[in-house]
């Protein structure tokens, strides 16, 4: 299927190249290295080269797809914390409550952080954010297995800004149907 | 489909930023550029200058005909030269001749010159180019080499980056890096893009489109395939990706999050860190995907594994003495033990290829700042390399002599190289992306 897709994309670029006549022709398409013939006294440069200039274009876009449901479904968190604190117990239980009901009902909660610091350390406290609400979700009955706790640390913030009230918002679980 | 191919587009030679750099949504032409690896123009340029104590002087003078190639590789190679902070670059002016020259020695001695470097380009019958240069060491009065070599035209830059090897080569003792890649993000608007360029920057080629983030690439010992995080899944899945061919697949895509991926020295394994059990710990798993091991268990986080080039050992962040802190443990897993002391939040380990220095990043304040910190000497203390505050994903080159990391500039996240001493720096810029991500890759292009 990808491979199918990029032979598409591949035949699109060909039938419309002609269209940008400005293109020159000698630098239009990845060109694989060429070993070069090597004279005087080189040692370090030059030489056999493993063909490796190529790179290969791969298209994911258009993949996303995010239901939420009609609870409510945000959970903020303190700086450095995955505390699920009391003014959120009506979000757990609310969705709590939805899980039990429904036990083929499915969730990921989504853990976010701060831009701050890095994007693995951001994913990690994100991940313990989401696996914080999860617990407070099977504590109220919610089996384990209708929910799955995901990060994406502080690669999509629900809000730019690099003061506290931007941050604020951002430290964040989102409840996410499947 | 509406948003097949991508935002990069090199408007004209010569262009020098990714300022240049449009977003063509819709642009047929635009898609075409994207997919065929159209080369987005821009180059590290240095920026900040320091006076360093083993600066070389010298002189590249313009290589006879270069002019009749889209290319300047005396140009290309003086940025190499000056870029790497072990050169002084001597002003040439228009000066001009060839490897077959015999030039005025005391001249260039009278300039402050201590080597010198005059070549040529010729165009071959079968209209590729012959690149030719001679290095002389103006001290001595004697010629320390020279090469031949018949490439593409779209070569030619790597054919300069190669002299600029060489004499790097002769001139340090040490292996340049200047024919080695880069892989980087690009992020702006709804677009995520992985990117692979020259060390200097240019001729950059899309490995990667997505609509979801991507993070974390790290490219296999053999330079041919890169690892990263993608979000395209809608969680954190990593992947294996050959970057000439687009063959793409995921290794670790179990229940939670899967990131964080550092090759083993041979590229038979990765460490990653998994959330399949609970909480973010470190595995190892095959390059396939297969046999996933348990490298160590804590309660808390561990994260940003790296392995030593030796293989013998394990450096990760951990906060499992309260704050995050570098530690590092067998490669195998067992005890681990704390290398950062100084500091109450240090992340994001980079180890030099000779295991002698750490580079990570330390939080002082508010500031995110990129450190080095001497392995090899008992007791030394993090030396602070940056006036910045928001530096992140330092990465060594393959010589162990520069880093590439980076850290927000006027509202954006940019590219930075830097000398382990801080001393020489230069910068990626862009005005319409944000560059993320950096991590060099290894010899053998």
Same mark, same amino acid.
């Given at each position: 299927?990808?491979?199918l897709? /990029?032979?598409l994309l591949?035949?699109?670029?060909?039938a419309s190249?002609?269209?940008c006549?400005?293109?020159?022709?000698d630098?239009?398409?990845?060109?694989?290295? /060429?070993?070069?013939?090597?004279?005087?006294?080189g040692?370090?440069?030059?030489?056999?080269?493993?063909?490796?200039?190529?790179?290969?274009?791969?298209d994911?876009?258009?993949?996303?797809?995010?239901?939420?449901?009609?609870l409510p479904r945000?959970?903020y968190?303190?700086?450095?914390?995955?505390?699920?604190k009391?003014?959120?117990?009506p979000?757990?239980?609310?969705?709590a409550k939805?899980l039990?009901?429904?036990?083929k009902?499915h969730?990921?909660?989504?853990?976010?952080?701060?831009d701050?610091?890095?994007?693995?350390y951001?994913l990690a406290?994100?991940?313990? /954010?989401?696996?914080?609400?999860?617990?407070?979700?099977?504590?109220l009955?919610?089996?384990?297995?209708?929910l799955?706790?995901?990060?994406?640390?502080?690669? /999509?913030?629900a809000?730019?800004?690099?003061?506290e009230?931007?941050?604020?918002?951002?430290?964040?679980?989102?409840?996410?149907?499947? | 489909m509406?948003?097949?191919?991508?935002?990069?587009?090199r408007m004209?030679?010569?262009?020098? #930023?990714?300022?240049q750099i449009?977003f063509?949504?819709?642009?047929?032409c635009g898609?075409l $550029?994207?997919?065929a690896?159209?080369?987005?123009?821009?180059?590290?340029r240095?920026?900040?200058?320091?006076?360093g104590a083993?600066?070389?002087?010298?002189a590249v003078?313009?290589?006879?005909?270069?002019?009749?190639?889209?290319?300047?590789p #005396?140009?290309i190679?003086r940025?190499? $030269?000056? =870029?790497?902070?072990?050169?002084?670059?001597?002003?040439?002016?228009?000066?001009?001749? !060839?490897?077959?020259s015999?030039? !005025?020695?005391a001249q260039?001695?009278?300039?402050?010159? !201590?080597?010198?470097?005059?070549?040529?380009?010729?165009?071959?019958?079968?209209?590729?180019?012959?690149i030719?240069?001679?290095?002389w060491?103006?001290?001595?009065?004697?010629? $320390?080499?020279?090469?031949?070599?018949?490439? *593409?035209?779209? *070569?030619l830059?790597l054919?300069?980056?190669?002299?600029a090897?060489f004499?790097?080569?002769?001139?340090t003792g040490?292996?340049?890096v200047f024919? +080695?890649?880069?892989?980087?993000?690009?992020h702006?608007?709804?677009?995520? +893009?992985l990117?692979?360029a020259?060390?200097?920057? *240019?001729?950059g080629?899309?490995?990667l489109? #997505?609509?979801?983030?991507?993070?974390?690439?790290?490219w296999?010992?053999?330079? %041919?395939?890169?690892a990263?995080?993608?979000?395209?899944?809608? %969680?954190?899945?990593?992947? &294996?990706h050959?970057?000439?061919t687009?063959?793409r697949?995921?290794?670790?895509?179990?229940?939670?999050?899967?990131?964080?991926?550092a090759?083993?020295? !041979?590229?038979?394994?990765?460490?990653?860190? $998994?959330?399949?059990?609970g909480?973010?710990?470190?595995?190892?798993?095959?390059?396939?995907?297969?046999d996933?091991?348990?490298?160590?268990?804590?309660p808390?986080i561990d994260?940003?594994a790296?392995?030593s080039?030796d293989g013998k050992?394990?450096?990760?962040?951990?906060d499992?003495g309260?704050?995050?802190?570098?530690? =590092?443990?067998?490669?195998g897993g067992?005890n681990?033990?704390?290398?950062?002391?100084?500091?109450g939040?240090?992340?994001?380990?980079?180890?030099?290829?000779?295991? %002698?220095?750490?580079?990570?990043v +330390? =939080?002082?304040?508010?500031?995110?700042r990129?450190?080095?910190?001497?392995?090899?000497t008992?007791?030394?203390?993090?030396q602070p390399?940056?006036? +910045?505050?928001?530096?992140e994903?330092?990465?060594?080159?393959?010589?162990?002599?520069?880093?590439?990391?980076?850290?927000?500039?006027n509202?954006?996240?940019?590219?930075?190289t830097?000398?382990?001493?801080?001393?020489i720096?230069?910068r990626?810029? #862009?005005?319409?992306?944000?560059l993320? *991500?950096? &991590?060099?890759g290894?010899?053998?292009r």
């Amino acid at each position: 299927m990808k491979t199918l897709h /990029r032979h598409l994309l591949a035949a699109i670029a060909a039938a419309s190249l002609a269209a940008c006549s400005s293109v020159p022709l000698d630098s239009q398409a990845p060109v694989e290295s /060429r070993t070069g013939t090597t004279s005087g006294t080189g040692a370090g440069a030059g030489g056999a080269s493993s063909s490796q200039t190529r790179v290969a274009p791969v298209d994911v876009t258009g993949t996303s797809n995010v239901n939420f449901t009609n609870l409510p479904r945000i959970v903020y968190f303190d700086f450095d914390s995955y505390v699920v604190k009391d003014q959120y117990r009506p979000v757990i239980e609310a969705n709590a409550k939805a899980l039990t009901t429904n036990r083929k009902m499915h969730m990921a909660v989504e853990g976010h952080t701060d831009d701050r610091g890095s994007s693995e350390y951001n994913l990690a406290l994100g991940q313990r /954010r989401a696996e914080a609400v999860v617990k407070s979700l099977t504590l109220l009955g919610a089996d384990p297995t209708q929910l799955e706790a995901v990060s994406f640390g502080k690669e /999509r913030p629900a809000v730019q800004g690099e003061n506290e009230e931007a941050w604020a918002k951002n430290r964040r679980a989102e409840l996410a149907s499947r | 489909m509406d948003d097949v191919g991508g935002e990069m587009t090199r408007m004209a030679p010569g262009s020098s #930023s990714l300022s240049q750099i449009r977003f063509s949504r819709r642009s047929a032409c635009g898609a075409l $550029l994207a997919l065929a690896g159209w080369p987005a123009a821009a180059q590290f340029r240095v920026e900040i200058s320091g006076v360093g104590a083993t600066q070389l002087p010298i002189a590249v003078v313009r290589f006879r005909d270069e002019d009749k190639t889209n290319q300047s590789p #005396s140009a290309i190679i003086r940025a190499d $030269l000056e =870029r790497s902070g072990a050169f002084r670059i001597v002003d040439t002016g228009s000066t001009s001749f !060839d490897e077959a020259s015999r030039p !005025d020695i005391a001249q260039w001695r009278g300039r402050a010159a !201590d080597a010198l470097v005059g070549g040529s380009v010729t165009r071959l019958a079968d209209g590729r180019y012959d690149i030719r240069f001679k290095l002389w060491d103006v001290v001595k009065g004697s010629e $320390l080499g020279g090469q031949s070599n018949a490439v *593409e035209a779209s *070569e030619l830059r790597l054919a300069a980056h190669r002299i600029a090897d060489f004499i790097y080569e002769k001139l340090t003792g040490e292996k340049g890096v200047f024919s +080695t890649r880069i892989a980087y993000v690009t992020h702006s608007g709804q677009r995520y +893009t992985l990117r692979v360029a020259d060390a200097d920057g *240019e001729n950059g080629q899309v490995a990667l489109n #997505s609509g979801q983030p991507i993070i974390s690439p790290a490219w296999s010992p053999n330079g %041919k395939e890169l690892a990263y995080v993608s979000f395209e899944r809608q %969680k954190a899945v990593v992947f &294996v990706h050959t970057v000439a061919t687009g063959e793409r697949r995921a290794i670790a895509d179990f229940r939670g999050s899967n990131s964080a991926p550092a090759w083993t020295p !041979d590229g038979e394994r990765l460490a990653v860190t $998994l959330s399949r059990e609970g909480g973010s710990q470190l595995f190892s798993i095959g390059r396939n995907g297969g046999d996933p091991r348990r490298l160590a268990s804590s309660p808390a986080i561990d994260t940003e594994a790296e392995y030593s080039a030796d293989g013998k050992w394990l450096y990760f962040t951990s906060d499992r003495g309260g704050a995050p802190q570098i530690y =590092r443990m067998a490669a195998g897993g067992g005890n681990a033990e704390r290398v950062t002391f100084s500091g109450g939040y240090n992340i994001s380990p980079a180890l030099s290829p000779d295991g %002698k220095t750490l580079a990570y990043v +330390t =939080r002082s304040g508010n500031a995110f700042r990129l450190v080095v910190l001497d392995l090899a000497t008992t007791g030394a203390q993090p030396q602070p390399i940056t006036d +910045t505050s928001d530096d992140e994903h330092p990465s060594f080159a393959p010589n162990g002599r520069l880093l590439i990391y980076a850290t927000r500039a006027n509202g954006r996240s940019v590219l930075m190289t830097t000398t382990l001493d801080g001393k020489i720096k230069a910068r990626l810029p #862009s005005q319409t992306a944000d560059l993320r *991500e950096p &991590v060099w890759g290894p010899y053998g292009r």
